[in-house]
């Protein structure tokens, strides 16, 4: 290629480039640099603002709403990974029994609340589980007997947001469980069986190995997604953090503290703290993964 | 041979047993949103479904009723929050994956200065949680003067790094280098190339990226509520959950609200669905 035409080609790539480069820069990169600026200060909306150092650091260490929150998002966290999840690959298993009829529509039918948006997941929720009126209350009512009036909202927050979430995700996580299930090699799985493996020995020796590439990519997404859970809870609670704060999030409190208080810096904060915990899931995760993958 | 057959057959019975139960289930808060909408707000109390009468099936499909649409649309304006979706969500979907096509596309065969510097910059994004951005960028809006307006809701929106991520790899699998060549020695221009050769090569992720960012978009809460604050301007994600706030005890209004909010996007998937599945595949062949 002679210089005047790499000259060209550089003027036209940056011609190219251009449109995503300045919003990168203008909306990722300068946003993210004065999030480390911020996280520094202590603002009242949007102009006055003063160095405080690291003090929002240390308030928040103290401050036991952002423990309530940390500790509330980690137990949903938890109920994704360790009931959400298996509950995906168990569907996903039942789903890929060879030669069974209609799995494209029961695959579209566990997929389908996923085309709820969570604001109008938190908008249905909110009336399902309300006392008296709520289809649950009254369903349990109708079947077991038990009370109309199960605080479901007012008590039991974290269990309505988790059995919200398992209506929501599960058949989102099944299409990928099953896409890996699909690919696994059906020899291997009869030879296993012919050698005299039962079905839990075929699962963990034959089919886990199989799908485990699938299965972690899964899981990080799902810790991602659950680590910043936000709308539902806020939506289903009348944008509040519910009695006694039993529906605060980490990003609830981001969001209150930024845009309710209008400290922008102590949002910020927490938002550092929130990357740091996704940086370090993500780091067990993948050597999780790896010291798996040499065993 | 045949009792291999039979226990298959009695696989298929036993998986049906556990699946059609759960797929009924699936679909019942579906079913239930639906009627309420439907009922008046007496016949929401009475009944768990439809209310009983003396028509067809014992049910009394007279009673049915379209008032809360009426009154989202005729007294309450939704139709208003309809359109903002509609335009945000189309507007914001066809942009960014124009600017996510071309950024991916020269950052896998074009050469420029900072190339690498910006790739890892790419890379390095993808793992940002968007709700860190959150303060920094009100505050960035508010120095540009493009709070409450729609070109501070859709500009940051148009350079995900997980766009720009996928179109690179995209285009690094589908775009061969020889034809990119041919069509410089014929002359073409490189924006030509970009729209004449390229695209047309990665349409099923395009395809896909189109549907994906539109439904994002239409589901967004956080980003509006932030950015957004005359009401006019509102999309129904804002917009119906603040009818809960007023109405709090109105189901009916709020679950008609609520199909009125789903049911597009709904539509447009199931529309688009053979597309998104075969943008996703070929991505997952070709990786």
Same mark, same amino acid.
């Given at each position: 290629?002679?210089?005047?035409?790499?000259?060209?080609?550089?003027?036209?790539?940056?011609?190219?480039?251009?449109?995503?480069? /300045?919003?990168?820069?203008?909306?990722?990169?300068?946003?993210?640099?004065?999030?480390?600026?911020?996280?520094?200060?202590?603002?009242?909306?949007?102009?006055?603002? =003063?160095?405080?150092?690291? =003090?929002?650091?240390?308030?928040?260490?103290?401050?036991?709403?952002?423990?309530?929150?940390? /500790?509330?998002?980690?137990?949903?966290?938890?109920?994704?990974?360790?009931?959400?999840?298996?509950?995906?690959?168990?569907?996903?298993?039942?789903?890929?029994?060879?030669?069974?009829?209609?799995?494209?529509?029961?695959?579209?039918?566990?997929?389908?609340?996923?085309?709820? /948006?969570?604001?109008?997941?938190?908008?249905?929720?909110?009336?399902?589980?309300?006392?008296?009126?709520?289809?649950?209350?009254?369903?349990?009512?109708?079947?077991?007997?038990?009370?109309?009036?199960?605080?479901?909202?007012?008590?039991?927050?974290?269990?309505?947001?988790?059995?919200?979430?398992?209506?929501?995700?599960?058949?989102?996580?099944?299409?990928?469980?099953?896409?890996?299930?699909?690919?696994?090699?059906?020899?291997?799985?009869?030879?296993?069986?012919?050698?005299?493996?039962?079905?839990?020995?075929?699962?963990?020796?034959?089919?886990?190995?199989?799908?485990?590439?699938?299965?972690?990519?899964?899981?990080?997404?799902?810790?991602?997604?659950?680590?910043?859970?936000?709308?539902?809870?806020?939506?289903?609670?009348?944008?509040?953090? /519910?009695?006694?704060?039993?529906?605060?999030?980490?990003?609830?409190?981001?969001?209150?503290?930024?845009?309710?208080?209008?400290?922008?810096?102590?949002?910020?904060?927490?938002?550092?703290?929130?990357?740091?915990?996704?940086?370090?899931?993500?780091?067990?995760?993948?050597?999780?993964?790896?010291?798996?993958?040499?065993? | 041979?045949?009792?291999?057959?039979?226990?298959?057959?009695?696989?298929? $019975?036993?998986?049906?047993?556990?699946?059609?139960?759960?797929?009924?289930?699936?679909?019942?808060?579906?079913?239930?949103?639906?009627?309420?909408?439907?009922?008046?707000?007496?016949?929401?109390?009475?009944?768990?479904?439809?209310?009983?009468?003396?028509?067809?099936?014992?049910?009394?499909?007279?009673?049915?009723?379209?008032?809360?649409?009426?009154?989202?649309?005729?007294?309450?304006?939704?139709?208003?929050?309809?359109?903002?979706?509609?335009?945000?969500?189309?507007?914001?979907?066809?942009?960014?994956?124009?600017?996510?096509?071309?950024?991916?596309?020269?950052?896998?065969?074009?050469?420029?200065?900072?190339?690498?510097?910006?790739?890892?910059?790419?890379?390095?994004?993808?793992?940002?949680?968007?709700?860190?951005?959150?303060?920094?960028?009100?505050?960035?809006?508010?120095?540009?003067?493009?709070?409450?307006?729609?070109?501070?809701?859709?500009?940051?929106?148009?350079?995900?790094?997980?766009?720009?991520?996928?179109?690179?790899?995209?285009?690094?699998?589908?775009?061969?280098?020889?034809?990119?060549?041919?069509?410089?020695?014929?002359?073409?221009?490189?924006?030509?190339?970009?729209?004449?050769?390229?695209?047309?090569?990665?349409?099923?992720?395009?395809?896909?990226?189109?549907?994906?960012?539109? $439904?994002?978009?239409?589901?967004?809460?956080?980003?509006?509520?932030?950015?957004?604050?005359?009401?006019?301007?509102?999309?129904?994600?804002?917009?119906?959950?603040?009818?809960?706030?007023?109405?709090?005890?109105?189901?009916?209004? $709020?679950?008609?609200?609520?199909?009125?909010?789903?049911?597009?996007?709904?539509?447009?998937?199931?529309?688009?669905?053979?597309?998104?599945?075969?943008?996703?595949?070929?991505?997952?062949?070709?990786?």
């Amino acid at each position: 290629m002679s210089g005047r035409a790499r000259e060209q080609g550089s003027f036209a790539a940056y011609m190219l480039a251009a449109p995503f480069l /300045g919003v990168f820069l203008l909306f990722v990169v300068v946003p993210l640099a004065r999030a480390g600026v911020l996280a520094l200060m202590q603002t009242y909306g949007p102009q006055d603002s =003063r160095f405080v150092m690291l =003090r929002n650091f240390t308030s928040l260490v103290q401050d036991p709403l952002f423990w309530r929150a940390v /500790g509330n998002t980690l137990v949903f966290t938890a109920a994704s990974v360790f009931i959400q999840l298996p509950l995906a690959l168990g569907l996903a298993m039942l789903l890929n029994r060879p030669g069974l009829r209609g799995r494209g529509a029961y695959r579209l039918i566990f997929f389908s609340p996923q085309l709820m /948006g969570l604001v109008f997941v938190a908008m249905l929720a909110s009336i399902i589980f309300e006392k008296r009126s709520g289809l649950l209350n009254q369903a349990l009512h109708a079947a077991f007997g038990t009370s109309l009036d199960f605080p479901w909202l007012q008590t039991f927050v974290m269990p309505t947001l988790i059995i919200t979430t398992l209506w929501m995700y599960v058949g989102f996580n099944m299409v990928y469980f099953l896409a890996a299930l699909q690919n696994v090699d059906q020899t291997l799985v009869e030879a296993a069986s012919i050698d005299g493996a039962g079905p839990w020995a075929r699962f963990v020796n034959v089919t886990l190995p199989a799908i485990r590439p699938v299965a972690s990519f899964v899981v990080l997404l799902s810790i991602i997604g659950s680590v910043q859970l936000f709308e539902l809870p806020y939506v289903m609670l009348n944008a509040t953090a /519910g009695p006694a704060n039993r529906g605060l999030t980490i990003v609830m409190y981001l969001y209150q503290s930024g845009f309710e208080t209008g400290d922008l810096g102590y949002a910020s904060a927490i938002g550092w703290v929130l990357a740091l915990m996704l940086v370090g899931f993500a780091a067990i995760q993948l050597r999780l993964a790896r010291s798996e993958a040499k065993a | 041979m045949r009792s291999h057959s039979v226990s298959l057959k009695m696989w298929a $019975l036993a998986a049906h047993a556990a699946l059609i139960p759960l797929a009924i289930l699936t679909l019942i808060p579906f079913v239930w949103l639906l009627t309420a909408s439907l009922k008046s707000t007496d016949d929401f109390f009475s009944s768990m479904f439809l209310p009983a009468g003396d028509g067809p099936l014992g049910i009394a499909w007279g009673d049915l009723t379209l008032e809360h649409y009426n009154r989202l649309f005729f007294e309450l304006g939704i139709g208003r929050a309809l359109l903002n979706s509609v335009f945000l969500s189309s507007t914001t979907a066809v942009l960014a994956t124009l600017a996510c096509a071309a950024g991916g596309y020269a950052l896998a065969h074009l050469r420029f200065a900072g190339r690498g510097l910006v790739t890892t910059l790419v890379l390095a994004a993808l793992i940002i949680p968007p709700p860190l951005l959150l303060a920094p960028t009100y505050q960035l809006l508010y120095e540009l003067g493009m709070l409450d307006s729609y070109t501070g809701l859709i500009l940051p929106a148009l350079a995900p790094a997980f766009g720009v991520f996928l179109f690179r790899q995209a285009t690094l699998q589908s775009v061969p280098r020889e034809l990119l060549e041919a069509a410089r020695i014929d002359g073409c221009s490189e924006i030509g190339i970009f729209f004449g050769v390229v695209l047309p090569l990665v349409r099923p992720m395009v395809g896909a990226f189109i549907l994906i960012t539109f $439904l994002a978009t239409w589901n967004n809460f956080v980003w509006p509520q932030v950015v957004l604050q005359t009401a006019e301007k509102f999309p129904l994600s804002v917009a119906v959950s603040q009818l809960k706030g007023v109405y709090r005890q109105d189901y009916g209004l $709020l679950m008609a609200g609520t199909v009125v909010s789903v049911l597009p996007p709904a539509a447009l998937f199931m529309l688009l669905q053979k597309e998104f599945i075969s943008g996703l595949t070929a991505g997952a062949v070709k990786g």
